[in-house]
Structure formats: structure tokens, C-alpha cells
């Protein structure tokens, strides 16, 4: 499969437009930090390393055409920094790439400006390229949870394009079906967004991987009757005890996995464990227009002048999790301890 959630021209950053698939691929370009905010904002982009290498382009854009004094140079960095962590508050891969390439930037100040917007150019091409990879590697290490024939259910989109390629916990799917025969997907759609409906169907079916559709409140059914033999999903921030934070319906899919003795996987970079965050209660979990509820594909569907929730996330707490799946090899309980030993040699 080709599509590509984004990709960076040397000048403008290039970025399809989720909103309208899967009818329509449509390529946004963001040419500054304002234009990337925005896509961010607006979710044209979304999913936790996506958004995360975005803006780490997105702090390219923001001072490439910079003028002015080295001081001036770093405050301005500062500034989009904050400007571009400010467009959604989950996903911590979003803070994590801004502060890398900061970082990064500050660690070469003794050269000239040329060279230090060269330097953050290379540092996010670098966290793209990274991201693949990481991917790659949290596929294989997810695909030895799972087995010949087995069924695997999933809720929103973790794939190509909520990463830079491959996915988190879709690449568990797909590295099991590319390694062992009879494996079979059953997406979620995830309301009120319809990551699963519109984006994870799209990439399965692309991919030939089998599978079925289903709402959200059929997981539970489907999973007493035994036709689920694991459930893996994706991570916008994991705190140092392991609990995470995922898209909405994810604790809902945790405890259902509990009940019923089948396991409950997390996949996710190393980046998205948050090290200054100790328990999920401390995650910021972003809060979106309550007309993403009352409305479905831009339609009405709820009465006028009601009162609506609309959680774009929730918390799992690690003691529903059997694992985290990494590039750098599977978590276990206790999970304050493999975490811990993980973040000290990454
Ligand atoms: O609101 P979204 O679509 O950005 O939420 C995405 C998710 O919750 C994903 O499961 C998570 O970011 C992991 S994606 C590899």
C-alpha cells in the first residue's frame, strides 16, 4: 500500500487530508507552522507518531526563513514549539518531536543559523525515518503474541496513516497476517470520529488482510462468543505505571478482554511512555466539539440543545494490560519496572 500520511518536498510539507478518506486522497500543503497547527487542530492528520512527526517538520517550517540574532533565533524556536504542542494535548509523540528537535538545535548553537535550521531539517527527516522502523520492529515483536488462524481486534487507526508508515498496533495485524495463514482483523469503527470505520477498513482492504467491520458496541458480543483471540490497539501516552491513554472505547475493549480471559495488548513507541507522568490520572485528555457527537457525516443526528460528552480518549489502567509492545522488545508486569528499565537504556 502506498498512501503516505505525509511527506516533506524540502519546502512545504505535504499531508493527506483524513477527513475525506477513503473517497478522497487530498493532498494539504503546509507551507509554515500555522498551516501544520492547523492540520493538527483540525485532525487532517492525526494519530500520536504522525502528528509527532509533523510537527517536528512543522518546526522546521517555523523558522527556516528566520532572520535576526542567535538569541532571537532560540526564542523564536521556543515560541513555535509551545505554539505547536498548544494544537492537541494527548499525544505526547507531539511534545516529544518539538522538544527533540529544540534540543537537538540547541546542542549545535555554536554553529552558524544556516546551519542550525539545516541541523533541525535533518533531525525531523530523521524522526520520520526513525518512526518506519520503529514500526516495523513493533510489528515483529506484536506478530510472536499471535498465531496461525487467529483473530485479532483492534479500535481506531494505528496504521500507515496515524504514523510516518507501517502502524503500531495495525503493523501487529499486518506482520501476523504477513507471516502466518488465517489471520483475520475485526476493526472497530469508533465513533464519533470513525478512525476504524473510514481509515483502518481502508488500509486492510488495501492490504488484502480479511476482516469485518463492526460498531463499537458489537465488541462485546462478538468477543463472548470466542471469535477474538487478542486485542491490540495503539497508545497516545503511556505514564510510567502503564496505564494509557487511547482513543475513546479502548478501557471499555480492556475490560471486555479481562472478563473474558483473552489477551490485551498495547503497541507503541518507546516515545509516547511519558517519563513525567506516573499514573494515567496525570494524562491530559482532550475534550473535542460536541458536534462530532450529535452529528454523523455532517448531518444531524441528536436533538437540538442537549448536553454532550465527547472524550476523544480514555484511560486503561495497567492492570488490564497483559503487555506493551515496543521496538525495543514486549513490557510485562510489573510494568513500573520493565518501564522504567526500558526508558534507562533507551
Ligand atoms: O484522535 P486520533 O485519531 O489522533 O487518535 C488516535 C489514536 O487514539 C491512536 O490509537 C493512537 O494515536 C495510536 S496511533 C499509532
Redesign the pocket.
Known amino acids: 500500500m502506498n498512501i503516505r500520511s505525509l511527506k516533506f518536498d524540502g519546502k512545504a510539507l505535504h499531508i493527506v487530508d483524513q477527513r475525506c478518506l477513503p473517497f478522497d486522497v487530498i493532498d494539504v500543503i503546509c507551507s509554515n507552522e500555522q498551516e501544520v497547527w492547523e492540520a493538527i487542530k483540525l485532525?487532517k492528520i492525526?494519530?500520536?507518531?504522525?502528528?509527532g512527526v509533523a510537527a517536528a517538520y512543522g518546526m522546521n517550517l517555523g523558522v527556516k526563513d528566520f532572520s535576526g540574532n542567535k538569541e532571537e533565533f532560540f526564542k523564536k524556536l521556543k515560541e513555535v514549539k509551545d505554539y505547536l504542542n498548544s494544537a492537541?494535548p494527548t499525544?505526547v509523540n507531539l511534545k516529544w518531536a518539538t522538544q527533540r528537535i529544540f534540543s537537538y538545535a540547541r546542542k549545535h548553537a555554536e554553529q552558524s543559523l544556516d546551519e542550525i535550521k539545516q541541523e533541525i531539517l535533518v533531525e525531523a527527516q530523521r524522526i520520520e525515518e526513525e518512526d518506519i522502523d520503529t514500526n516495523f520492529r513493533i510489528g515483529e515483536f506484536g506478530s510472536a503474541l499471535f498465531k496461525e488462524n487467529d483473530t485479532i481486534m483492534t479500535?481506531?487507526?494505528?496504521?500507515a496513516l496515524?504514523?510516518a508508515g507501517y502502524?503500531?498496533?495495525?503493523g501487529v495485524i499486518r506482520r501476523s497476517f504477513e507471516k502466518y495463514t488465517g489471520i483475520k482483523a475485526i476493526a472497530l469503527e469508533t465513533r464519533p470520529?470513525l478512525?476504524g470505520a473510514r481509515l483502518t477498513a481502508f488500509e486492510l482492504k488495501e492490504l488484502g488482510i480479511p476482516f469485518h467491520l463492526i460498531t463499537d458496541n458489537m465488541a462485546g458480543f462478538i468477543v463472548s462468543k470466542g471469535l477474538v483471540n487478542g486485542i491490540v490497539?495503539?497508545?497516545?501516552r503511556i505514564a510510567t505505571n502503564g496505564d494509557t491513554a487511547?482513543?475513546v472505547g479502548?478501557y471499555t475493549l480492556a475490560v471486555l478482554a479481562n472478563y473474558h480471559k483473552i489477551p490485551f495488548y498495547v503497541a507503541?513507541p518507546i516515545s509516547?511512555i511519558d517519563p513525567h507522568i506516573e499514573s494515567g490520572n496525570d494524562i491530559p485528555i482532550?475534550e473535542r466539539d460536541p458536534e462530532e457527537v450529535t452529528h454523523c457525516g455532517g448531518k444531524r443526528i441528536a436533538p437540538e440543545g442537549i448536553k454532550v460528552y465527547n472524550p476523544?480518549?480514555d484511560l486503561t489502567p495497567n492492570v488490564l494490560i497483559n503487555a506493551i509492545i515496543t521496538e525495543k522488545g514486549i513490557l510485562r508486569q510489573p510494568f513500573k519496572e520493565s518501564i522504567k528499565e526500558i526508558l534507562k537504556n533507551n
Open positions: 485532525m492525526r494519530g500520536a507518531p504522525a502528528i492537541r499525544a479500535i481506531c487507526n494505528s496504521g496515524a504514523t502502524g503500531t498496533a495495525f470520529y478512525q490497539v495503539g497508545a497516545d487511547n482513543k479502548t507503541a509516547t482532550e476523544s480518549f
